[in-house]
């Protein structure tokens, strides 16, 4: 079954360096999107992206966070420079945008990030 | 301001103790509504979307119901293995009247089944 992949599953960086979050969405799929989660908090969304571009993103995302898709399979977070408050477990969702689909997001497994 | 609110916190339940999770909400124009299970250190998996008030879905032990101000995830007869935290999330549309899929999440319920 196709799913999404996360890597690393766990980053450990020092405070004010730069980190980069990779995510394979599931092949056919068109609109990609990154949330995160602060131990015992609500998952919380971050960015989505579609057609190559940003299409909604919260105030979390400030200038410190960018997203790409560099090859047109990854997709990734890049975070320049990292706070303690950036600790966090970082989920990469897709979904296909088709009707039949029902809007359905598809989470990888996430990425732990330690920020010391 | 569009809200998603879960109760309760956790639930303890004897191993075939039945009962229900709650997710109430608070959102203009609802374009669904999702369940997810998540178990510890682990990405969200989808277990059922609901679109309109009656609509129910099943999945083995799992039945999950939608009225127009919260929906129920009904667990019959629960295993150990029904273990997890289950997330109720909604997306919701921007200023702007468009949506590109954005959820909200509650805070989760976080269900332990004792055998």
């Known amino acids: 079954e196709p799913e999404v992949t996360q890597t690393p599953s766990h980053q450990v960086t020092q405070m004010g360096q730069e980190v980069i979050l990779r995510c394979v969405p599931i092949?056919?799929?068109?609109?990609f999107y990154w949330y995160r989660q602060i131990l015992g908090q609500k998952v919380e969304f971050l960015v989505s992206f579609y057609n190559n571009e940003i299409s909604e993103k919260s105030e979390i995302f400030d200038d410190q966070f960018s997203v790409e898709r560099p090859d047109g399979s990854n997709f990734t977070l890049k975070i320049r420079s990292t706070k303690l408050e950036d600790s966090a477990m970082y989920f990469c969702?897709?979904?296909?945008?088709?009707?039949?689909?029902?809007?359905?997001?598809?989470f990888g497994a996430g990425t732990r990030l330690s920020v010391l | 301001e569009d809200q998603v609110t879960q109760s309760p916190e956790a639930l303890r339940l004897q191993e075939g103790e039945s009962s229900s999770l709650n997710c109430s909400y608070t959102?203009?124009?609802?374009?669904?509504l999702f369940w997810y299970r998540q178990d510890p250190g682990k990405g969200p998996e989808f277990l059922f979307t609901l679109y309109s008030a009656g609509e129910e879905k099943e999945k083995e032990r799992l039945k999950a119901t939608l009225t127009k101000k919260e929906s129920f995830l009904h667990i019959t007869a629960p295993k150990p293995e029904d273990s997890a935290t289950y997330l109720c999330?909604?997306?919701?549309?921007?200023?702007?009247?468009?949506?590109?899929?954005?959820?909200?999440f509650g805070q989760g319920t976080i269900l332990t089944v004792h055998p």
């Open positions: 092949s056919n799929h068109l609109y």
């Open positions: 999330a909604v997306p919701l549309i921007n200023a702007g009247g468009t949506s590109y899929g954005k959820l909200t």
């Open positions: 959102v203009s124009g609802l374009r669904g």
């Open positions: 969702a897709s979904r296909t945008g088709l009707a039949y689909a029902k809007n359905i997001q598809y």
